[in-house]
Structures are given as C-alpha cells and as structure tokens.
C-alpha cells in the first residue's frame, strides 16, 4: 500500500509559517509572495482536511494539529538538507567561512590555526571577526563561535569554553606607576570592551565598587581594549581564554589574585543542517580538541601571576602577588 504524501512546496510553505510566526517573512524566505504562501497554507490545509494556523494578535499561532505536523516536517526538511550537505561538501576539500568574536579570533583562533591547516590542506577558510547573532542566520557563513548566554533557537549550538576575567596591564605601565592595592586603579585608565558591565562584576567581587575612578576609555570589543593595554594606555579586563598566551609571553601582566567567572561563555553554533556536512565537523572537532588542549594550559600559563578561582563571596586579598 502506497503512502501518500503532502505536496512538497506546501510543506515547505508551512514549515517557514510556523517558524516565523508570519506569512510575509516566510514569503520572504522563500523569496515568493504573500499571496503564494498563503495560497499553499490553504491547499495544504485542504488536502489534510485540517486547519493549521489561528490568528494571535500579530502573529499566526498553530492549531494542535499544526504543532503535531511541524516536528516531522522540521525534521525532514533538515535531514534532506543535511544529506545534500554531505554529498556536496567532501570531508577533506571546500570553503568554510567562520564568524568568531574578534579577540578570540585574533590572540587565540590565529594562533593555532597552522594545526588545522597541516591536518586539512585542502580545506579554504574564511575569517570573519563578529559577534553578530545575525551571522547565525545568514547563508553566507557556516559555522559561529560566539560569546553570549546560549539562547539561540532554531540551531544547533554547544558550549565550547567557560572564562574567567581579571584586570590585566602592560609591564611597562605597571613598572611606571605601580599598582599595589585595588584603589591604585583610581590612578588609572579604565579600558573597556563592552558597556561596563564586566568591570562592575569585577569591581563587586573585589568589594570596591565605590572606586572613585579615573579616566575610562570604551572599545567596540575586548580585543581593542587588550591591545590598548599592550600598548600601555590603562588597564584592561582580560579573560582566561584570549589573554593566558599574552600572559605566558609576557606582553601583559595581571597585578590582582582575583578573577571572577565572566556572565556569558564561548558557544559553537551553526544551522542545523550545517552542523553535519562533513567539512563543518571536522572544523568543529578540530576546534573542540584545541579547546581542551588548551584549557590544560591556561592554569600553567597563568601561573606565579593569578589564580583562577571564583571569589564572589569570599574576602579578597588586594595585595599584589610577588
């Protein structure tokens, strides 16, 4: 007995509706009209003698048997998108284009990227330095490694790294005018790489958040306000992750015992039906791997200059380390 399907564009027209919630941005997907995808609601509807969409405020809600019909349709959907993937994209050969967080990008992606070079010669990459929830969404980028809390939807999305965030300066600055104590920052400039919020959470767990500060400079992201440390314009947050090989080098130095867990990590997203062409897992293996790798490391690279440790509630020792 043969199995009679729904027509395929309806299908795909109900599935877009469901996941925006509207008829013109699944129009706009699709790149057809309002008029077309309504029409194919309406002829999916009739061939499955069923009403898939109600009316709620602005956007269209599904009915039970429309929330009863779009996992399957999703899940189809995005197993042929995968299968196609995977006979499009070889394992050892194609072009993968990453967005990742500037400063991850720059002072710890770079870095080790002759590793995956030497294992994939074949494999063509391009850099993007973003962190733009957009660049989830586009076609045009593959795979994401960004800093935020995790709440992306419709995706497919990991936790890669954890970070925690100290005050880091350049040895030169420090040498000039010493930083001894936690009030010494008053006499500092104050480089941000965000709207300051990660400096509050620093400054309440050293219990200092009555600082009276000095000058403050704000960056578009945390890898200018490094390199304006570097260069010995103030004093920067830095993070476990982007500054443990700065540290290890000896470019910047962290005059303070105390970090604090940043509020957000580093996640890897993708599309869900990136996630399984073969050249995007091999990318995302290879970068779990160094991941690990190096968070073995961290502890050693920072060591005699901080201790990473949580001290939200515990008494913090100002005094800076030997």
Known sequence: ???????????????????????????????????????????????????????????????????????????????????????????????????????????????????????????????????????????????????????????????????????????????????????????HVMLHGDDGREWHTWLAAAEALDLNRGREHHFSDARLSTEAAISGHGVALGDSVTASGLLAKGQLVTPFNLSVPASYAFYVICRNEVRSAPVAQVFIDWLYGEGEEAAGRTEAAVAGQISIRKRRSQKVNTAVEP
């Open 1 to 187: 007995m043969s199995k009679r399907l729904p027509p395929l564009n309806p299908l795909r027209a109900f599935e877009a509706t469901a996941r925006h919630g509207s008829l013109s941005k699944a129009a706009g997907e699709l790149n057809v009209t309002h008029g077309a995808i309504s029409h194919q609601i309406r002829a999916l509807e009739l061939s499955l003698r069923v009403k898939l969409f109600e009316r709620a405020g602005q956007r269209l809600k599904l009915t039970p048997q429309g929330a009863e019909l779009l996992p399957a349709v999703s899940s189809a959907f995005d197993g042929i998108a995968a299968a196609t993937a995977r006979m499009t994209r070889p394992t050892s050969s194609g072009t993968l284009t990453i967005s990742c967080v500037p400063a991850l990008l720059s002072l710890w992606l770079i870095p080790r990227l002759g590793s995956f070079m030497a294992r994939f010669p074949d494999i063509r990459l391009k850099l993007i330095a973003s962190n733009d929830p957009q660049d989830i969404r586009s076609p045009d980028i593959d795979i994401c490694v960004h800093y935020g809390d995790g709440n992306w939807a419709d995706c497919w999305l990991k936790k890669w790294l954890n970070l925690e965030l100290f005050p880091v300066v350049s040895p030169t600055l420090i040498n000039n005018r010493p930083i001894r104590t936690i009030r010494d920052l008053a006499d």
